[in-house]
């Protein structure tokens, strides 16, 4: 009986930790490039010594979805939509580079380029892109910037820049707390991409699938219910057998 006990309380936790999972995902169903979290539960042998026969359940994450997200044209010459398998450098809170799918590019009042939630976007050399005052940008398909410096002519356009963009598959990468994509532990960092690497004017919005998430939060809270009717099932069990023991 306390095997199932053990089997029903782990699988209570670990749907828990996947409802959390799916919760995130529908929380940013509106996230420019916000790629949805991969994540179930399974079947995992106990570790240690004396317990061969014990299984436990765990929730486990697979990564992010590769799926792409729908796009929407704006016109806004900052705003970007990347190709398949194609990430944005930008520098995250510690200095370092990470990646992100986000296109929403602003520029700051010091002229430095930035996303939408203000982290700084890198350059080919790695170093935060700062763009010269202007009368007119543009971005083009393979990342270069170029600008109409200010009080110039429009013939005059030169190039201020390209930005970093690698190439990656979702399984090379792992996400970290601040949202942010970087090379799984262990890995070279991503190589640069060629050719054309994006579209200007217009935006990849979330790949979160509501009505999926919906499904799947519904289920797993039918999930927690049969394991928790388990655990009161168990303990009726263990009351009812202690009282007959007791009766002797």
């Known amino acids: 009986m306390d095997k199932a006990l053990y089997i029903a309380m782990t699988g209570a936790s670990a749907t828990l930790r996947a409802q959390a999972s799916v919760a995130h995902n529908l929380a940013n169903a509106d996230t420019v490039g916000?790629?949805?979290t991969l994540s179930g539960t399974a079947a995992?042998?106990?570790?240690?010594?004396?317990?061969?026969?014990?299984?436990?359940?765990?929730?486990?994450?697979?990564?992010?979805s590769g799926a792409a997200g729908s796009v929407t044209t704006t016109?806004?010459?900052?705003?970007?939509?990347?190709?398949?398998?194609?990430?944005?450098?930008?520098?995250?809170?510690?200095?370092g580079v990470a990646y992100t799918r986000a296109g929403d590019l602003k520029?700051?009042?010091?002229?430095?380029?930035?996303?939408?939630?203000?982290?700084?976007?890198?350059d080919q050399a790695g170093a935060p892109m700062s763009i010269p005052p202007n009368d007119a940008l543009q971005i083009g398909g393979d990342g270069t910037v170029s600008i109409v410096p200010q009080g110039q002519p429009a013939a005059t356009m030169a190039s201020a820049g390209r930005l970093q963009i690698v190439a990656a598959s979702t399984r090379d990468l792992v996400r970290g707390e601040d949202g942010l994509m970087r090379a799984a532990p262990g890995t070279t960092p991503p190589a640069p991409a060629a050719g054309t690497v994006l579209?200007?004017?217009?935006?990849?919005?979330?790949?979160?699938?509501?009505?999926?998430?919906?499904?799947?939060?519904i289920q797993l809270a039918r999930q927690f219910e049969m394991q928790v009717r388990v655990l009161h099932s168990g303990d009726e069990s263990a009351r009812s057998a202690n009282s007959l023991l007791s009766s002797r």
């Open 107 to 122: 520029l700051s009042q010091n002229g430095l380029l930035t996303t939408g939630s203000g982290r700084p976007v890198l």
């Open 199 to 217: 579209t200007s004017g217009v935006l990849e919005g979330s790949n979160v699938d509501g009505t999926a998430m919906l499904v799947s939060m």
């Open 44 to 64: 995992a042998p106990v570790a240690g010594a004396g317990l061969p026969s014990r299984v436990a359940a765990v929730e486990r994450s697979h990564g992010v």
């Open 75 to 95: 016109g806004n010459p900052l705003d970007i939509a990347l190709q398949g398998d194609r990430w944005l450098a930008v520098q995250d809170a510690a200095g």
């Open 34 to 36: 916000f790629q949805a």
